[in-house]
């Protein structure tokens, strides 16, 4: 894995966003409980538990068994969830075609569409034509890629995230050697824009994403897969406070 310390400096134009209005644009810590390791038998149950304990954010890990080995859920289950749900719906698309499948995303109900900066070969493009359907826009970068791959968009997007495991696999364990790149988004980032972490977060590994800058915290089997999600969710998220530095206003 490269050494994040040792890259070249990360520089971001300091121009506003040109969201209109991004729901998370307030900093706050918040934990946003991944819907893949939910129970699908109870996908409704299991939603609104987390959404009546305070969770403001779901996240939806969209899944092609092409960019990741996996197949997770689309549109149909976005849709059906959407009218039940008035929760902020913070689609991650591990897909490799963003742009030809982000507007189905987007009339579903999704609040934010995240696309990876690996598979842009133009991400300006991407970044452009999403903010056409007027959705929030955020750019996911895996554990290796450098902060640098996103210097020429950072500042038009809303939200970064950084994956703390490998996409698509499930079962691996916290890659702390992100934490590095985390902070250094955390210095570069403007107030307005969130900061993501994705894989292996849980009460071992919150305070350490937290404390590093991250203040949206994808947590999967550490909510869902807990008796009492919105018990654990609350856990995380006391967890996270106590760690995070916070952001200037």
Not at 173 to 180: K, Q, T
């Amino acid at each position: 894995m490269p050494d994040e310390n040792v890259e070249g400096s990360l520089t971001i134009d300091t121009k506003p966003s040109p969201a209109p209005s991004f729901a998370l644009a307030k900093p706050a810590i918040r934990v946003a409980p991944s819907l893949l390791a939910a129970d699908f038998a109870r996908l409704e149950e299991e939603v609104s538990a987390v959404e009546r304990a305070g969770a403001e954010v779901l996240h939806l890990d969209v899944m092609d068994g092409h960019f990741v080995p996996n197949i997770s859920f689309g549109v149909p289950v976005i849709r059906s969830l959407r009218k039940r749900s008035r929760m902020f719906f913070d689609a991650h698309l591990m897909i490799t075609e963003p742009q030809r499948y982000a507007e189905a995303f987007v009339k579903a109900g999704c609040d934010l569409i995240t696309f990876h900066i690996e598979v842009a070969d133009e991400p300006q493009a991407i970044v452009e034509h999403l903010r056409s359907l007027g959705v929030a826009v955020g750019v996911s970068l895996n554990p290796t890629t450098p902060a640098s791959a996103i210097g020429s968009i950072i500042a038009d997007v809303d939200l970064v995230l950084v994956m703390s495991v490998w996409p698509g696999l499930g079962g691996q364990a916290f890659i702390s050697e992100v934490l590095p790149k985390i902070r250094k988004l955390h210095k570069a980032l403007r107030p307005d824009q969130r900061l993501e972490i994705d894989g292996g977060i849980n009460v071992s590994t919150v305070g350490a994403a937290a404390e590093a800058g991250a203040d949206t915290l994808v947590a999967g089997t550490a909510v869902f897969g807990q008796p009492d999600s919105a018990a654990a969710m609350k856990e995380l998220e006391n967890l996270a406070i106590a760690s995070w530095p916070g952001r200037n206003s």
